[in-house]
Structures are given as C-alpha cells and as structure tokens.
C-alpha cells in the first residue's frame, strides 16, 4: 500500500457503489468494478442529509480527488456539501448534491 489513490482505488469504490446501489435499489449490477453504461444509469442522486454506505463511497470518493469533506462518516452533512461546492473547477454543476456528472466525475474520472 502506497497511500496514493489509483486505478485499484477507483476499482475498489466502483465495486462498493454497484454493492450499494444492489443493496438499496435492487439495480441489479454485475460488481465488477469497471463504469460503464449500465453503472452510470443506476445512479442516484445523494443530497444534504443522507446518511450510509452511499454517502461514505462519496465522501472517499471526494477524498482521493483532493476535495476533504472533513470526515469519512457516512453523513452528507457541511462538510461533504463544502466539498461537493469546491469541486467547481472540475466543470461539475455546484448544486451540492452528487448525482450523475458529480459520481460520474469522482468515480469514473
């Protein structure tokens, strides 16, 4: 372990995602840890409040890009939201909610 995010970092959180969203919305994905078309279609959008496995893959997620959400304890509360609003610069739409383009971005990109 090299404590540098990478493509196995990417591929850990991409399969803890398809995990959740299997889990919780019963989307029904093949957990291999690779974004396609069917991943970015499960999607959903998670907001100020929410609380879970999902917020903590966001927060990780947030993390390894750069952008600190202060901690990684599964609540979207200010600080995730702080996080979300400075990804700005990445040409994300700052509505502080993560949805398609924001898991796309973090995830995928």
Do not use: C, H
């Not at 919780?24 to 100020?48: E, F, H, M, S």
């Not at 502080?96 to 995928?108: D, Y």
Request: proline share 4%; net charge positive.
């Amino acid at each position: 372990m090299d404590s540098i995010p990478g493509p196995k970092t990417k591929s850990a959180l991409i399969k803890a995602f398809q995990i959740e969203l299997n889990k919780q919305y019963n989307k029904k994905l093949v957990v291999d840890g690779k974004w396609g078309p069917k991943t970015r279609a499960a999607i959903v959008t998670v907001k100020k409040g929410a609380k879970g496995n999902l917020t903590w893959i966001l927060q990780g997620a947030l993390f390894t890009e750069g952008y600190s959400p202060e901690s990684l304890d599964s609540i979207f509360g200010k600080g995730t939201e702080t996080a979300l609003a400075n990804q700005k610069a990445r040409d994300i739409s700052v509505d502080r909610k993560a949805g398609k383009a924001t898991f796309t971005e973090l995830v995928a990109g």
